[in-house]
């Protein structure tokens, strides 16, 4: 069975090319260009992983990796949080996230690391 992603991010062009390099990772990939679709994703199926940017338009993705972090139903799913406008030490004070890319970044060290938590 595929592992399952889900991705929310506002910027479509970059939605759409984690959606396509996911896809060719054969990962199954729900995207969510807003909070309050992700969390009616949430509410049907709870995924393998979540990829989170920092700024959306309807709140901050930092504010999903903590309710996601403090749910006994969800804490352990890892997430990754990306952002172009946030220094790594100030985003792993306000989360835990498992991990942290800035954009842009390297479609090869971004696939190896979404690998790393998903390897089973």
């Given amino acids: 069975m595929k592992k399952c992603i889900y991705v929310v991010e506002d910027n479509p ?4 090319i984690i959606e396509f390099l996911l896809i060719e990772e054969l990962y199954e990939v ?3 260009p807003t909070i309050s679709d992700f969390w009616l994703e949430m509410n049907k199926h709870l995924p393998d992983m979540v990829i989170l940017d920092i700024m959306l338009p309807d709140g901050s993705g930092l504010d999903i990796c903590n309710r996601l972090k403090q ?3 969800t804490h352990r799913i890892p997430v990754m949080m990306m952002s172009a406008n946030n220094h790594l030490n100030a985003v792993k004070a306000k989360c835990d996230a ?3 890319i800035n954009k842009p970044f390297d479609l090869n060290d971004f696939a190896s690391r979404i690998e790393r938590y998903l390897a089973a």
């Fill in 71 to 73: 749910n006994i139903k």
């Fill in 13 to 16: 062009s970059i939605r759409e």
């Fill in 30 to 32: 729900k995207t969510c």
């Fill in 98 to 100: 498992e991990d942290f």
